[in-house]
């Protein structure tokens, strides 16, 4: 395999799991917000 092709799907590999981990950590503060009792709409505006 040419070193470039290598280096291409290792940092693919690593923004995938960035990604993944933002991902998470959007998740986990949505799920503490609603917790705290706002309401949530997908723009992002609190009701």
């Known amino acids: 395999m040419p070193q470039?092709?290598?280096e291409k799907k290792f940092f693919q590999r690593r923004?995938?799991?960035r990604l993944q981990n933002i991902e998470?950590?959007?998740a986990q503060?949505?799920?503490l917000?609603?917790?705290q009792g706002f309401q949530i709409?997908?723009?992002g505006g609190a009701k």
């Open 4 to 6: 470039r092709k290598v």
């Open 15 to 17: 923004v995938s799991r």
């Open 24 to 26: 998470s950590l959007i």
């Open 29 to 31: 503060s949505l799920i």
């Open 33 to 35: 917000v609603k917790l």
């Open 41 to 43: 709409n997908i723009t």
